[in-house]
C-alpha cells in the first residue's frame, strides 16, 4: 500500500457542482463585494470558492480544507489555498464584511434558482402575469434559533444560552415554495450568527427584513408569503418586519391574560375536529374522529402598545385533552384549563386562503426548519473552526452558500435527490472517486464502473456543462 498515485480525486463530484457555482457566479460575487484588507483578502473569489467548495465536499473545521489539495486535484481545478492561508483569510473579516457576504449569499441564491429552478417553476412577476384562475398559495417562510455547541475557553462570543448549553446561537430564515402538489425543499434565505447567551428574538427584525426581501426576489412581487415563528419572536419587531415586507404571519403567542381571556370567549360550538395523532377518519360524514380540535377567533396583536403597533387578525387555538388534569386541580389551577391543554397562534393569513383547519396545519409544519437545523450540523456547522467570532459568522454564511449549491445540484438530477439531505446528496453525487487522465490536451475523468448513482451523476455534469439560459428569478 502507497499513497502515491498523483492523479486519483476522492471528490469528483466537485467538478461539476463548483461548475455551476462559477456560472452562478460564486467567484464574481465575491470579487466584487468583499472588501477584505491587506493580502488576506486579496483573490477574495478564489478563497471563497475554496470555502465553498471544501464545504461541499464534506469539510467540517479549517484543517479539512486540505482535502482539496491531493492527487489530482490542482489539474482540474484552478487553485486551492491552504488551510492556513484561508483561516487568516476568514479571521480578516470585520462585521461590515460578514454583512457583505450576506449580501453575496443573496444574490447567489438568485443566480441559482434563475439556474436550476431550485424553486420550482418561475413565480409570475406582476400582477398582468398572473392567472386569474390560479389557486393562490402561501410561500413558507420559517425563521428559528438554534445552538451551535462549542468546546474551549477562547471561543469569542460563546455563553450558555437558553438550552443550557455552551455554544454560539445561529439565527436562521428558510424558504419551501408551493409547486404543484406539494412544496420545494428548503433553502436558507437569511442567517445571522450571535452570542451563545443571546435571547432568540435579537437581531430577529433584521433577519426577518432581509429574508422577506430575498423572498420577493426570488418569488416576484405577486407571491403570497407566509412567516413562521414560534412564541419567542412574538414581538412587535420581527412580526412588522414581515408585514412591511408584503408577508403574512402565523407566530406562536405566550399563554397571557389577554390570549386565555379570548380563549374563554370560544363557543362551545366553534371547535373542529382535525387531522391529529390518533385521528381517524369517518367517512359517512366526511369529518375527522379526533381529541384534537381547532377554532379561532378575531384578535388584535400588540393591543396594549401604541395604536402604530395594533395588528388586526386571527388568534388560532387548538386543544387536545390535558392527561395531567387532576394534578392540575390540585394545584388550583383555573377550570377553563383543567381538561384541556391549549396552544394557540396569531395569524394574518387570508381566510379565504386558509382557514381554520389549513391555516393550523399549515404553522405545525415549522417544524421543518429544525431539519435544516440538523443538515447543518451534519456537515460544515458541526464545528465553528475559529475562536474568532466574525471568522465564525462568516463560516455560518458559507456554510449556508455550500448548504444552497449542494440543493441546487440536486435539483438537476433525480426528483428522490431533490429533497435529500446533504450527506444523502454528498455520499451519491460528490464523494466520487476518479482518476484523471489527459490526452490530446484534454483532461478526461474515468469514474467507477456500475457507480449506483451514474445516471444522476451524469444529468448533472451534462446540464452544468451546457446549462440552460439564466432565467428570471
Do not use: C
Request: net charge positive.
Amino acid at each position: 500500500m502507497a499513497f502515491d498515485d498523483p492523479n486519483l480525486v476522492s471528490a469528483a463530484g466537485l467538478v461539476p457542482v463548483l461548475a455551476l457555482a462559477e456560472s452562478a457566479g460564486l467567484r464574481t460575487l465575491a470579487d466584487e463585494h468583499l472588501s477584505v484588507p491587506t493580502d488576506k483578502g486579496a483573490n477574495a473569489g478564489l478563497k471563497v470558492s475554496s470555502l465553498v467548495g471544501g464545504m461541499v465536499a464534506g469539510a467540517d473545521s479549517i484543517d479539512d480544507m486540505a482535502l482539496l489539495r491531493h492527487g489530482g486535484m490542482s489539474r482540474i481545478f484552478t487553485r486551492a489555498y491552504a488551510p492556513s492561508t484561508l483561516g487568516s483569510f476568514l479571521r480578516a473579516f470585520t462585521f461590515g464584511h460578514v454583512r457583505q457576504l450576506d449580501a453575496l449569499a443573496s444574490r447567489f441564491l438568485v443566480a441559482l434558482a434563475g439556474l436550476t429552478r431550485l424553486l420550482g417553476a418561475p413565480a409570475p412577476r406582476d400582477d398582468a402575469d398572473a392567472d386569474p384562475g390560479s389557486v393562490a398559495r402561501y410561500a413558507l417562510l420559517d425563521v428559528d434559533d438554534t445552538i451551535i455547541e462549542v468546546h474551549g475557553h477562547a471561543k469569542q462570543g460563546a455563553g450558555f444560552g437558553y438550552s443550557g448549553v455552551r455554544g454560539l446561537n445561529a439565527l436562521l430564515a428558510t424558504l419551501a415554495v408551493p409547486f404543484a402538489a406539494a412544496t420545494t425543499a428548503p433553502v436558507i434565505v437569511a442567517q445571522r450568527l450571535r452570542r451563545g447567551s443571546a435571547g432568540s428574538p435579537r437581531g430577529a427584525k433584521r433577519l426577518v427584513g432581509d429574508a422577506v426581501r430575498t423572498a420577493r426576489r426570488l418569488l416576484g412581487k405577486t407571491q403570497l408569503i407566509l412567516v413562521r415563528m414560534d412564541s419567542a419572536f412574538y414581538g412587535r419587531g420581527a412580526v412588522h418586519a414581515a408585514l412591511a415586507g408584503g408577508a403574512a404571519v402565523s407566530v406562536t403567542v405566550r399563554m397571557d391574560k389577554r390570549v386565555k381571556a379570548a380563549i374563554a370567549t370560544i363557543h362551545a360550538a366553534a371547535w373542529t375536529s382535525i387531522e391529529y395523532t390518533d385521528a381517524i377518519f369517518d367517512e359517512a360524514t366526511g369529518r375527522w374522529i379526533s381529541r384534537a380540535e381547532v377554532a379561532e377567533v378575531p384578535f388584535t396583536a400588540f393591543a396594549a402598545q401604541k395604536k402604530a403597533d395594533h395588528v388586526p387578525g386571527r388568534l388560532v387555538v387548538r386543544r387536545i385533552p390535558d392527561f395531567n388534569a387532576e394534578k392540575n386541580t390540585a394545584a388550583g389551577q383555573d377550570a377553563l384549563f383543567d381538561v384541556w391543554r391549549f396552544h394557540a397562534f396569531f395569524t394574518t393569513a387570508d381566510p379565504e386562503v386558509l382557514d381554520t383547519v389549513a391555516v393550523d396545519k399549515t404553522h405545525r409544519g415549522h417544524a421543518v426548519i429544525e431539519q435544516v437545523h440538523a443538515d447543518l450540523k451534519n456537515s460544515a456547522l458541526a464545528h465553528l473552526p475559529s475562536g474568532v467570532f466574525n471568522a465564525n459568522a462568516a463560516w455560518l454564511v458559507l456554510a449556508v452558500i455550500a448548504f444552497n449549491l449542494t440543493r441546487a445540484a440536486a435539483s438537476l438530477t433525480e426528483p428522490d435527490l431533490v429533497k435529500a439531505t446533504t450527506a444523502t446528496i454528498r455520499r451519491k453525487l460528490i464523494t466520487v472517486p476518479a482518476r484523471v487522465a489527459t490526452s490530446a490536451r484534454r483532461i478526461t475523468l474515468h469514474l467507477p464502473k456500475a457507480w449506483p448513482w451514474e445516471a444522476a451523476w451524469t444529468v448533472l455534469f451534462d446540464r452544468v456543462s451546457d446549462p440552460p439560459p439564466v432565467l428570471a428569478a
